[in-house]
C-alpha cells in the first residue's frame, strides 16, 4: 500500500593522482600523491506504519584506501611526528560506517515533530591520520517541532546535537611548524 520504499546501492570509484596538502617546511604545497579505491553500500528505508508516524533510517559502509603511493612523492610524506603516508594510511573524511534514524509524527493537520539519530563511526581528519586529529565514533541527536498552518508559511524550532557531543569535523598537522589544529 505504498507504505514502504527500500533504496539501495552498491558502488566503486577508483582515483587517480589524488591530490593532498603537505607541508613543505612551513608552506603548504599540494602534490600528487597517490592512486585509491573506495567500496561501498549504502541502504535506505522509508516506512509508514500509521498515517501519521513516518520512520527513515539509512546505513552506509566505505571500504577505503590507497592502493599506489607515487614514490617520487613518498620522501615528502612524513610529518613531524615521523608518520608516513602508506598504503595503509586511512583516506581522510572516510567513516568506515554512517547511519540514521529518523521519526516523524504528524501531531494535527498543522503541527509535526521530527527526532533523529545519526551515527559516523572513526573518521581521521588529516592525510597523516595524525592521532591528535582522529575522531571516534559519535552519535548525534536532534529534534525539531513544525508548525505549517498552510502551503505558504512554516515555522520549525529544532535542535542538533541537543547531548551536547564534542568532536571534530577539520584537522591540520603543520609540518614543520610545531602546532596541530582542529575544528569542532
Known sequence: DNRLRLNGAIF???YEDIQIVVQRGVSPSNENLAEAEINGLELELEVLPTDWVLVNASVGYLDAGYT???PAVAPLLINRFGQRITTDTQ??????WTSSLAVQLTLSE???ANINLSYTSRVEND???TPLLSQDGYTLLGASLMYEPNENWRVTLGGTN?????????GFEAGALPFTMGSY
Open 91 to 96: 583516506l581522510q573524511n572516510t567513516p568506515e
Open 162 to 170: 541537543l547531548t551536547d557531543e564534542r568532536y571534530i569535523v577539520s
Open 127 to 129: 592525510v597523516f591520520n
Open 12 to 14: 566503486q570509484t577508483t
Open 68 to 70: 599506489k603511493i607515487d
Open 110 to 112: 498543522a503541527w509535526s
